[in-house]
């Protein structure tokens, strides 16, 4: 069987050798038995695309690389191949040696009407792809409309996939699992997309997402202001019965992660160590989550660190900072949401803005926050507002360091219900307006 295959690769690395030369590439003579001799595939348990005729460079290898998913044995991808048509992994392992050195390139010649650039196909296990790259080449424009649109580079809606060590540059949309993808784990992906990171909803099971990194890999200058548009999201969840987001950082988009109701239903699931960074951009419009030990941070003044509109978001030792002066809450919970939050610190020092606003209607339970403000500031905005008809608690919490630093700790117009206790903020008001319109000073805040 060994033989065999050596006598295969070897008459495949002929002909990419006659192909190379047809296409104007030279590859040493001697190049072509030491690859026959090192692939995995001499082992009787994979199969390469030059054993199929590809060549690799610029010419195009579809058919080649087609051809060796068709055996549904495993296909490894030694180097970076072009390809113009869609390619469909069924129940096998598509795999390379690394994301950066094995892969795909995507050009204008790409057929946009395809499907995807990879389609999981098959039934339960779905398949599995590791050890590659996605390249797309998209013109360095600022101008969405001028992006060329292809399909996504992986779609993938089955149950039970494996997607791991994965660099997938440029995409429109980077992994579509609009399906039942429960029982799918990601692990280690490097992803920059113009619209969509990552897209779930309809999963019935749970769904894994482990050391994600959406970044703006290979964007050049003028692309980097799509990527950082309000149109962009990096991960967007509908239905998904039990997701599972850990050891992420989501950095410059403002939507980073986005959580709605669709006709399939809302998600449900943890956050866990995740980095919202330069934009914060969690937003939630439907959704049932405990985010624990995740970092929000800000960098511009339009930013926002978390908005709520409908749901139960549980929060506990989160840390959220600001390098810039907010124009917008950085939390805000909207009339149908309820927040609890548990061992925060805000980090947002000389900066002046309210920190957390909560609508009429919306709930919020705080205990154990810690509040980094400057000295011998005076802040004009308060840190926490609340509305009429809005609920909260506020408990064991420092504005510190403590001494001159003055403000409004708390804005509370008429209707709104609050308890405070353990409020430490000396040289801080806290008011509430009554009936008449004016504002007295809340008893429970020390």
């Known amino acids: ?3 065999h295959h050596v006598g295969s690769l070897i008459f495949a690395e002929r002909r990419r ?6 296409c104007g590439y030279f590859i040493p003579a001697e190049e072509i038995i030491s690859n026959a001799l090192a692939s995995p595939a001499c082992s009787g348990d994979y199969v390469t695309p030059e054993m199929f005729g590809a060549v690799g460079g610029g010419a195009d290898d579809t058919s080649a690389i087609q051809s060796a998913l068709a055996t549904n044995l495993p296909v490894y991808l030694r180097t970076r191949y072009r390809i113009t048509d869609s390619l469909s992994v069924g129940r096998q392992v598509l795999f390379g040696t690394s994301s950066h050195t094995s892969g795909l390139t995507v050009d204008h010649e ?6 995807a650039v990879i389609r999981l196909t098959g039934g339960e296990p779905g398949g599995e792809i590791r050890d590659i790259g996605i390249f797309f080449f998209q013109p360095n424009v600022s101008d969405r409309a001028a992006l060329i649109g292809y399909p996504a580079a992986i779609v993938a809606q089955m149950p039970r996939f494996k997607l791991a060590r994965l660099r997938i540059e440029r995409a429109l949309i980077g992994i579509d699992m609009r399906g039942n993808a429960g029982g799918a784990t990601l692990d280690d992906i490097e992803l920059s997309a113009f619209e969509k990171g990552i897209c779930v909803d309809g999963a019935l099971d749970s769904v894994k ?4 990194h959406i970044w703006p890999f290979g964007i050049a200058d003028k692309q980097r202001q799509i990527f950082s548009d309000a149109e962009n999201v990096g991960l967007h969840s509908g239905r998904c019965d039990d997701l599972h987001l850990t050891n992420a950082t989501i950095y410059g988009i403002p939507k980073a992660a986005l959580f709605t109701k669709t006709k399939h239903g809302a998600t449900f699931g943890t956050l866990l160590n995740v980095d919202f960074d330069h934009y ?15 970092s929000f941070t800000a960098g511009e003044q339009t930013a926002r660190w978390l908005r709520l509109a409908d749901g139960d978001l549980t929060l506990g030792s989160c840390w959220f900072h600001s390098a810039a002066e907010l124009s917008v809450p950085g939390i805000e919970v909207g009339a149908h949401g309820a927040i609890t939050l548990n061992g925060a610190t805000f980090s947002t020092r000389g900066n002046d803005f309210v920190h957390l606003y909560c609508a009429s209607g919306g709930v919020i339970n705080a205990s154990g926050i810690n509040i980094r403000k400057h000295k011998d500031v005076h802040y004009v905005n308060p840190l926490f507002k609340f509305d009429a008809g809005s609920r909260f608690g506020l408990h064991q919490t420092i504005v510190s360091p403590l001494g001159s630093g003055s403000g409004l700790f708390i804005d509370a117009q008429p209707g709104a219900r609050g ?9 801080w008001r806290s008011r509430i307006a009554n009936s008449k319109g004016k504002n007295v000073d809340l008893d429970s805040v020390e």
């Not at 914060?280 to 995740?294: F, Y």
Request: aromatic share 4%; net charge positive.
């Open 1 to 3: 069987m060994k033989e």
């Open 17 to 22: 050798l006659l192909l190379a030369f047809a």
């Open 110 to 115: 790409f057929k946009l009407s395809s499907p």
């Open 209 to 212: 997402i482990s050391n994600l």
């Open 280 to 294: 914060g951009g969690l937003h939630v419009e439907s959704a049932n989550l405990r985010v624990i030990g995740c």
């Open 419 to 427: 308890l405070t206790s353990g409020v430490q903020a000396p040289g």
